[in-house]
């Protein structure tokens, strides 16, 4: 009588591999999704170890009468206060502020999402959507800064009604968000111009902007970037910048003092990009210039990004420290396009300054997410005669026959035409609690 217990045996194998089966379509996938992300951070395509100097761009660090200042601090506006601009529970950006408030309250954000498996696959992700700024309502939730350029550029920032009928604003046919400077063909002091800053301020946050057009040209200096109050104290965190006709993005930090770069390896770093200037972030010590990285590629900035329809842009900030990442139109990750990031799947980011170095929760806190086109001033001013970066291989001066940049933009409408920015969007996330 063996084979009653056999099948009795047999039994508890079939219901042992069922069992089994069951938890394996649970555990597997995350196990590989645990692998995959893994793979994905320590198999990065990393760019040569450059170390590229200034030169010319930098003033000594002694020196502070005469310094070039890569930083742009300024009014900032609290969460809700509606300073100059109305509260922005009043407009209709898609700001949602109970997770945006959570993540400010929470020190470091941490991902507890989790997901169970179903027959269709479900793309999930631990950042979640809290500000939105996208076609007729792009402009809503934005403060309009109107004081004078802290960067002593020649401009005079204009509100959004004074922008608007005099050509400077508008979102286009195609619902995109537009930024311009005054073209008046001669000037005799500043031009006018937009600079915008968020309502809402953000520690640890998911910074993605969408653009097609970014302003570049002699004389001309653009910036997207995050700040916080009491300059450098809270940080500042340049997503895009350059100056003139530079092709190539700097991405930089200015910090307290204490904030370093490990090293300047790019491999070490993890990034695409090529450190320049120091591994000291910090703005007292470096003669504001703190840590910038420099991309690898001509189409990450000006006429080259331009040319190419633009791209998307993410900034990355939480417990690991702070990334920028640029995706060139035609590569984008389909995780944006779909609202569901997955940072950790993105690859070799353009720039990273990592926690272990550069605590982002000491040394950045409050900060908002601004726009600005500013003309000439402490960099674009400085460096009107120098050459040697990518793009600026002859200089401004060289380029226009004029000896200074302010004479060059005060006579020269026509050349602020490609001064704008055309954005199709910008949306912030945070990580869910």
Not at 407 to 416: E, P, W
Request: hydrophobic residues 35%; contains cysteine.
């Amino acid at each position: 009588m063996i084979f009653p217990k056999l099948h009795t045996h047999y039994a508890w194998v079939i219901l042992l591999l069922v069992d089994l089966s069951f938890a394996t379509q649970r555990l597997v996938p995350r196990v590989v999704q645990a692998i995959h992300q893994g793979a994905a951070r320590h198999t990065h395509s990393f760019a040569r170890d450059l170390r590229v100097a200034f030169g010319g761009v930098l003033a000594s660090r002694a020196d502070t009468s005469h310094h070039v200042v890569y930083c742009k601090p300024g009014k900032q506006v609290t969460f809700g206060s509606g300073d100059g601009g109305g509260n922005p529970s009043n407009g209709n950006s898609t700001s949602i502020s109970t997770l945006g408030t959570a993540s400010r309250t929470s020190g470091r954000p941490t991902s507890t999402v989790s997901s169970k498996p179903t027959s269709t696959t479900v793309a999930v992700s631990p950042w979640k959507l809290v500000d939105s700024h996208k076609g007729s309502n792009f402009f809503d939730g934005w403060d309009f800064f109107t004081g004078a350029d802290p960067t002593e550029g020649i401009v005079d920032y204009v509100d959004q009604n004074a922008a608007r009928s005099s050509g400077l604003l508008e979102v286009n046919s195609n619902g995109n968000a537009v930024m311009r400077v005054e073209t008046s063909s001669v000037v005799p002091g500043n031009r006018k111009s937009v600079r915008i800053t968020t309502h809402s301020q953000f520690n640890g946050a998911l910074f993605i902007m969408d653009s097609v057009h970014m302003p570049t040209g002699c004389g001309i200096w653009p910036a997207f970037w995050t700040n916080g109050p009491n300059w450098p104290l809270s940080g500042e965190i340049d997503i895009i910048e350059g100056v003139h006709d530079y092709t190539n993005n700097q991405a930089t930090i200015h910090t307290d003092v204490g904030c370093t770069l490990a090293s300047s390896s790019a491999n070490t770093l993890a990034i695409s990009g090529n450190v320049i200037g120091g591994t000291d972030c910090a703005a007292l010590t470096t003669g504001n210039q703190g840590c910038g990285i420099r991309a690898a590629t001509s189409d990450s900035f000006g006429a080259g990004f331009n040319a190419n329809d633009g791209g998307i842009y993410a900034m990355k900030w939480d417990s690991t420290g702070v990334a920028v990442y640029f995706f060139p139109r035609g590569t984008e990750p389909p995780d944006i396009a779909a609202g569901v990031p997955q940072p950790d799947n993105w690859g070799a980011a353009q720039a990273r300054w990592p926690a272990a170095s550069c605590d982002p929760f000491k040394f950045f806190n409050d900060h908002h997410a601004i726009f600005d086109t500013t003309l000439c001033g402490q960099w674009a001013g400085a460096v009107w005669s120098s050459s040697g970066i990518p793009g600026q291989e002859q200089s401004c001066a060289q380029r226009t026959g004029f000896s200074t940049c302010e004479a060059f933009v005060r006579a020269n409408g026509a050349a602020m035409n490609e001064a704008y920015w055309e954005i199709k969007a910008v949306t912030i996330y945070q990580l869910s609690k």
